[in-house]
């Protein structure tokens, strides 16, 4: 059977959730993608920042087969030596104290959002907490992480929501200001945000808004499902700017590829919120997920994963910059290590450059306000971060005829 016809079977039966790109993906090898018909393709979007260490790492597939044929499920009711492991490892390398581990980035801000409130209505003695969020931020799709989420149109169909939240604009602090109150229990934000346009925080206006929450009490959650994990060029993008979170949500390349997701804590927040009866989860670190957090750790230091990225981050921004110049259609680029965002003219809409540049074997992603997002696998080397341009470039050009 054709792509086509595989393509064709899909539709039939998938609900029609998503727009997919006509391609049926085999198998990975380094920073490449395969589809079934053998073509190859550049991978500068890692399955949205997933996969971090690229595709067909030995150690890490050897990891994961292993535990399959050991244990792949216990249930939270027992221990597990992988969920010792990987929370042992995981909270040294982001500097928090405690752990809790999710299916997905969502239920890590799920968990997150609890445990705020938790610690507020001990405090407080009292419920009637809220959440202040940013504009254009994202956080996920269900209801709770929706209700955070600063996109209306992801939000309004489903209205109403979880009520007491309010949104601020990212990097302006006075209207952070202005939203706080006695019952605000948490502040939530990305330090850079993904989805909604690859927007750095200024370094500022995160010190502004870490001070009024130790003035208030609130919490500072820092959501670093997609900019955490070596990405920035920290293995913590909070360790970059130096202004430590609360509550930390991890996902996406926590796991390179299981659907594994985090929220940790410090020790202080750890013992003044959730109680035994609180919080859980049926499958969240199950022994197969935890394996892959441990290997992926393991990995991500004996790769010098953080360094590599600080190290070629210069490189890869010259090489932007060089495009841009050459380019009308790009107005700038902005970003942090491996999570570059380039701003596209309104004219030309992202989805047709992503597209085309699927067809020639290169995988971009977009982002909000037109911008061609690049979360390439972050072991990528020069030869192929010139590869990408190479190609990009080609893209760029058919459109400005
Ligand atoms: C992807 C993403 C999420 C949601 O993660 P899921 O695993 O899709 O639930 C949350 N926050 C940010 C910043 C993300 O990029």
Redesign the pocket.
């Known amino acids: 059977m054709s792509m086509q016809d595989e393509i064709r079977r899909a539709d039939q039966k998938l609900l029609h959730v998503y727009s997919r790109f006509p391609v049926v993906f085999d198998h990975g090898q380094g920073v490449y993608l395969y589809d079934t018909d053998g073509k190859a393709y550049l991978d500068f979007g890692s399955g ?2 997933v996969s971090g260490l690229g595709y067909g790492v030995k150690a890490y597939q050897n990891a994961l087969k292993n535990q399959i044929d050991k244990l792949t499920h216990t249930s939270n009711l027992y221990y597990h030596m992988p969920m010792i492991e990987a929370a042992e490892k995981i909270t040294r390398l982001s500097g928090m104290d405690r752990v809790f581990f999710t ?7 799920e968990g997150a959002i609890k445990t705020a409130k938790k610690y507020a209505y001990l405090r407080d003695k009292r419920a009637g907490h809220e959440i202040v969020a940013m504009q254009h ?6 209801v709770g ?1 929706l209700s955070v989420t600063g996109t209306t149109h992801y939000r309004e169909p489903f209205y109403p929501l979880m009520d007491g939240v309010h949104f601020a604009d990212f990097n302006d602090f006075a209207t952070v200001k202005r939203v706080v109150d006695d019952n605000t229990c948490a502040i939530l934000l ?1 330090p850079v ?3 909604g346009g690859i927007y750095p925080a200024d370094p500022e206006f995160l010190r502004q808004v870490r001070a009024l929450c130790d003035e208030k009490d609130i919490l500072l959650i820092f ?5 955490g994990m070596g990405r920035t060029g920290a293995f913590f993008t909070w360790q970059k700017y130096g202004i430590k979170p609360d509550i930390l ?1 991890s ?2 390349a926590l796991g390179c590829g299981v ?1 594994v ?1 985090a929220f940790l804590t410090t020790e202080k927040v750890a013992e003044n919120s959730l109680e035994p009866g609180d919080h859980g989860t049926t499958y969240g670190g199950n022994p197969l997920v935890c394996t892959a957090v441990s290997t992926v750790c393991d990995l991500m230091e004996e790769f010098k994963i953080p360094e590599h990225v600080e190290k070629t981050t210069p490189y890869f921004e010259a090489k932007l910059d060089e495009l841009c110049f050459a380019h009308d259609s790009l107005m700038g680029h902005r970003g942090m290590g491996f999570m570059q965002g380039l701003l596209l003219k309104p004219s030309i809409p992202v989805g047709n450059v992503v597209s085309r540049a699927l067809e020639k074997g290169l995988i971009v992603l977009s982002a909000a306000g037109n911008v061609i997002r690049l979360l390439p696998p972050l072991v990528i080397e020069e030869a192929e971060i010139d590869q990408a341009m190479a190609i990009l470039g080609s893209v760029l050009s058919e459109f400005e005829k």
């Open positions: 949205i920042g299916n997905s980035g969502a239920e890590a801000i931020s994202f956080h996920g799709r269900t992480s990305e945000q993904g989805e959501d670093e499902v997609q900019c949500a996902a996406k659907p997701g």
